[in-house]
């Protein structure tokens, strides 16, 4: 059988109880786990064409505290021994090992390194014939190392003789974009087989870049937009920098900051924005709308050099929020002076436990302080709320 399926449970629910199950398929290798800390537990083990035939063990590991492998020791639980008949399937059967890949980062543009895994079948019918192996988009596949490869849409044959096949398979991840994630299933299909897949998935990480229009609305709550990212003080679980649907200045969303019972400044909760290359250009500026939930609460706007580190925040401006009515602010930037890469919004913690918000956060030329640097013309224009009516000479009094 190419697979061992699992599906149990303990008799009681205690939190961190976690329960763990390992095959001994060859001798002496443990294969395995399926492990979980809740009250049930679903999955399966692959079992490799190469696998002993006959009995074999499988072992069942209950404990209150971490498992760490098959003969751990400890006390509080319970291990146990059963026996598993591994048999020689007569149905035709196509099996991959392993069953799922991730590649991790992999820059946009660029190939990865290419990763191998095993297909191999069994009583396939007719006993000459072709397994047809499809990669899902931004991945190939290849019979060779090193290619060539097989990209999606197209598909990749690999023909077997006597019923039976044994084989590897080499794959590539090709993201085409930056900042996403990549994921599908590399089938494998034919031979009078039940299909079978393998799992991939890959990211292509966060670009710098030069320019941001952030509404937060295409995300939805809690998550924030990709390559926007926060920091929560582990000294303060409660803590949360989060998108939420309350009030915001553009619908549907905006994001929260709470600041739980944190008093420090390390320990503020921050909103950090995607890399940027061009901070210390002198000619950008930083928009966004803010608001607090309560009175003396304000919005630091600062720069960062290394996102994960609180101490890396520099205060650049302060801005005042008002109490649950939204305020459109504008910091000029054409003073930094820095090298930082990170823009940051930081809760003042001028009162605890409470709320701040931010939204539409544009990040820009500040086309006013170019035109001044090229010594162009440029003429400020009163912002005329009401109509304005009357004779000619009436406007031009206005600056119109």
Not at 185 to 205: E, K, L, M, R, W
Not at 235 to 249: E, H, K, L, R
Not at 311 to 322: E, L
């Amino acid at each position: 059988m190419p697979e061992l399926p699992i599906h149990t449970k303990y008799g009681f629910t205690s939190t961190g109880t976690m329960m763990a199950y390992w095959m001994e398929l060859m001798k002496g290798t443990f294969f395995g786990p399926i492990s979980s800390n809740t009250h049930t537990i679903i999955g399966s083990i692959a079992v490799p064409p190469t696998a002993t035939l006959g009995n074999t063990l499988m072992r069942v590991v209950c404990k209150e505290t971490t498992i760490t492998g098959p003969c751990h020791v400890g006390s509080y639980g319970e291990t146990e021994d059963y026996l598993v008949n591994v048999i020689i399937p007569v149905d035709p059967t196509l099996s991959v090992l392993p069953t799922s890949h991730d590649f991790g980062l992999v820059p946009s543009g660029t190939t990865s390194t290419e990763w191998p895994y095993a297909l191999s079948g069994l009583n396939l019918t007719p006993a000459d014939g072709n397994i047809t192996i499809t990669p899902p988009a931004n991945f190939a596949v290849s019979l060779t190392s090193g290619g060539p490869y097989t990209a999606y849409p197209n598909t990749l044959i690999k023909g077997y003789t006597g019923g039976s096949l044994s084989t590897t398979i080499y794959v590539v991840f090709q993201p085409t974009s930056p900042s996403t994630v990549y994921s599908g299933n590399i089938g494998h299909s034919g031979g009078g087989a039940p299909s079978v897949d393998v799992a991939v998935t890959g990211t292509s990480p966060c670009e710098a870049v030069a320019d941001l229009n952030e509404n937060f609305d295409a995300v939805t709550p809690p998550a924030l937009p990709i390559c926007w990212d926060k920091y929560i003080s582990p000294s303060f679980s409660f803590q949360t920098v989060t998108t939420v649907t309350t009030a915001p200045f553009s619908s549907p969303n905006c994001v929260q900051l709470y600041s739980s019972g944190a008093t420090a400044a390390i320990d503020a909760p921050l909103l950090i924005t995607p890399q940027l290359n061009n901070i210390n250009s002198t000619k950008m500026q930083l928009r966004f709308a803010g608001k607090g939930a309560s009175t003396n609460l304000s919005i630091i706007v600062g720069t960062m050099t290394d996102k994960a580190d609180p101490a890396t925040f520099v205060p650049f401006a302060t801005v005042v929020v008002n109490a649950s009515t939204w305020t459109e602010f504008t910091v000029n930037f054409s003073t930094y002076a820095g090298t930082d890469q990170y823009i940051a919004f930081k809760h003042p913690l001028t009162t605890t436990y409470s709320y701040v918000y931010v939204d539409n956060a544009v990040w820009g030329i500040n086309f006013l302080h170019v035109q001044i640097q090229l010594g162009l013309p440029f003429r400020i224009l009163p912002i005329i709320r009401q109509p304005l009516t009357g004779h000619p000479e009436d406007l031009e009094q206005h600056g119109i």
